[in-house]
């Protein structure tokens, strides 16, 4: 190569090219609800480089990745054929779609190409550690690994799709009636996403295998959905978390001396487990705090109301003293001192003597409680 690389070096870069260029049309799988098309297109591509090499009888020949792309674009058509019908939801068309397309291209390998180098295992599960072994040399001048070249290249092509139809990608995927109304043709743009993904499912294969391919597509993707709710952020995360799980990937699967795709696809998992539990809004953890304070402050509310309905009641005594609110909230010791402490820190009411008085701004809160319910 022009400029020398460590293996690790060369391997990386080759993962983290990968995972970019997966992400970023994976991010409309996911907007779209259909990220487990990817999963059926991995598979199915496969069908497309069997029946090319049927003609071409070439390994190496482009016309196995043009049928490829092709195969991946002829699943995405069955299987919204098979949903249009109204009778099957999308994700069965699916599972009944891709099975049986890759096993097709399974038994045509088995009994028509065992002498060939199509092995199903590898497709599947790839292996990054022999990519820096296919070079690419003009002349005598060694340029590098061919999937890094390959990689750059579909990633370069997605990038520029990308910006040329921005805002039609956006609009088709948020709102495809309004789309359509204005004359952007969703189902075009729908089958040109769909053949973008195919042909980076089919560069990406051969170095890190379709598992990893569906990995890199969904996952990143997935994180990057549950941070935030804009577009341009969504693809600028997923491309960091992809480049993220690329790196970290590696480097773990070399100190372990394990699979390299699994340990990526692990990472990705890991991402998307952080992302899960501690995203700012839809995290589980956010969610945990935000159901604790709406259930305290409902709480709360139920309290003044209370303390409001037997103000200045012969029975005030009774069921204001703090000691037997409890008992008649229904509520255990614990939560009621809980709830008692917090209305008192913003100062909703007061403890006068044995019993505990409204404020007026616990009054007013109480009144408004109830005019809300009303």
Same mark, same amino acid.
């Given at each position: 190569?022009?400029?020398?690389?460590?293996?690790?070096?060369?391997?990386?870069?080759?993962?983290?090219?990968?995972?970019?260029?997966?992400?970023?049309?994976g991010?409309f799988?996911?907007?779209?609800?259909?990220?487990?098309?990817?999963?059926?297109?991995?598979?199915?591509?496969?069908?497309?480089?069997?029946?090319?090499?049927?003609v071409?009888?070439?390994?190496?020949?482009?016309?196995?990745?043009?049928?490829?792309a092709?195969a991946?674009?002829?699943?995405?058509?069955?299987?919204?054929l098979?949903?249009?019908?109204?009778?099957?939801?999308?994700?069965?068309?699916?599972?009944?779609?891709?099975?049986?397309?890759?096993s097709?291209a399974?038994?045509l390998?088995?009994?028509?190409?065992?002498?060939?180098?199509?092995? +199903?295992?590898? =497709? %599947?599960?790839?292996? /990054?550690?022999?990519? !820096?072994?296919?070079?690419?040399? #003009?002349?005598d001048?060694? @340029?590098?690994?061919?999937?890094?070249?390959?990689?750059?290249?579909?990633?370069?092509?997605s990038?520029?799709?990308?910006?040329?139809?921005?805002?039609?990608?956006?609009?088709?995927?948020?709102?495809?009636?309004?789309?359509?109304?204005?004359?952007?043709?969703?189902?075009?743009?729908?089958?040109?996403?769909?053949?973008?993904?195919?042909?980076?499912?089919?560069?990406?294969?051969?170095? +890190?295998?379709s =598992? %990893?391919?569906?990995? /890199?597509?969904?996952a !990143?993707?997935?994180?990057a959905? #549950?941070?935030?709710?804009r @577009?341009?952020?969504?693809?600028?995360?997923?491309?960091?978390f992809g480049?993220?799980?690329?790196?970290?990937g590696?480097?773990?699967?070399?100190?372990?001396?394990?699979?390299?795709?699994g340990?990526?696809?692990?990472?990705?998992?890991?991402?998307?487990?952080?992302?899960?539990?501690?995203?700012?809004?839809?995290?589980?953890?956010?969610?945990?705090l935000?159901?604790?304070?709406?259930?305290q402050?409902?709480?709360?509310?139920?309290? /003044?109301?209370?303390?409001?309905?037997?103000?200045?009641?012969?029975?005030?005594?009774?069921?204001?003293?703090?000691?037997?609110?409890?008992?008649?909230?229904?509520?255990?010791?614990?939560?009621?001192?809980?709830?008692?402490?917090?209305?008192?820190q913003?100062?909703?009411?007061?403890?006068?003597?044995d019993?505990?008085?409204?404020?007026?701004?616990?009054?007013?809160?109480?009144?408004?409680?109830?005019?809300?319910?009303g």
């Amino acid at each position: 190569m022009l400029v020398h690389m460590s293996p690790l070096t060369e391997i990386i870069l080759i993962a983290s090219v990968t995972a970019v260029a997966c992400a970023l049309p994976g991010v409309f799988l996911v907007l779209r609800r259909v990220a487990m098309v990817s999963d059926a297109i991995t598979h199915t591509v496969l069908l497309g480089i069997v029946l090319a090499f049927f003609v071409v009888r070439d390994i190496t020949s482009p016309t196995l990745a043009i049928a490829a792309a092709a195969a991946g674009v002829a699943t995405v058509a069955l299987i919204e054929l098979l949903h249009r019908t109204e009778r099957i939801r999308e994700d069965a068309a699916i599972g009944l779609v891709f099975p049986f397309l890759f096993s097709i291209a399974v038994i045509l390998i088995a009994r028509h190409a065992g002498n060939v180098h199509l092995d +199903v295992d590898a =497709v %599947l599960l790839g292996e /990054l550690a022999f990519a !820096p072994l296919d070079r690419y040399t #003009l002349g005598d001048v060694d @340029l590098g690994p061919r999937a890094l070249w390959l990689m750059s290249g579909i990633l370069l092509l997605s990038l520029l799709l990308l910006i040329l139809f921005y805002k039609e990608l956006k609009l088709a995927t948020f709102d495809a009636a309004l789309a359509a109304a204005l004359g952007f043709a969703p189902a075009v743009l729908h089958y040109g996403l769909m053949s973008v993904v195919s042909l980076t499912a089919v560069g990406a294969f051969n170095a +890190v295998g379709s =598992v %990893l391919v569906v990995a /890199l597509m969904v996952a !990143p993707p997935a994180a990057a959905y #549950l941070l935030t709710d804009r @577009l341009s952020h969504m693809l600028v995360l997923s491309a960091a978390f992809g480049v993220l799980a690329a790196i970290s990937g590696c480097l773990a699967a070399f100190a372990l001396d394990a699979s390299l795709a699994g340990a990526m696809a692990v990472v990705t998992g890991l991402i998307f487990g952080a992302a899960w539990v501690f995203a700012p809004e839809r995290g589980l953890l956010a969610q945990a705090l935000r159901h604790a304070r709406q259930r305290q402050e409902f709480a709360q509310a139920m309290l /003044l109301v209370h303390l409001l309905h037997h103000e200045a009641t012969p029975q005030e005594a009774v069921e204001c003293d703090p000691s037997h609110l409890n008992e008649h909230l229904r509520w255990d010791a614990a939560f009621t001192a809980q709830t008692l402490r917090r209305a008192e820190q913003r100062g909703l009411l007061v403890r006068q003597k044995d019993l505990i008085v409204l404020t007026e701004s616990g009054r007013r809160l109480a009144a408004q409680t109830l005019g809300g319910e009303g």
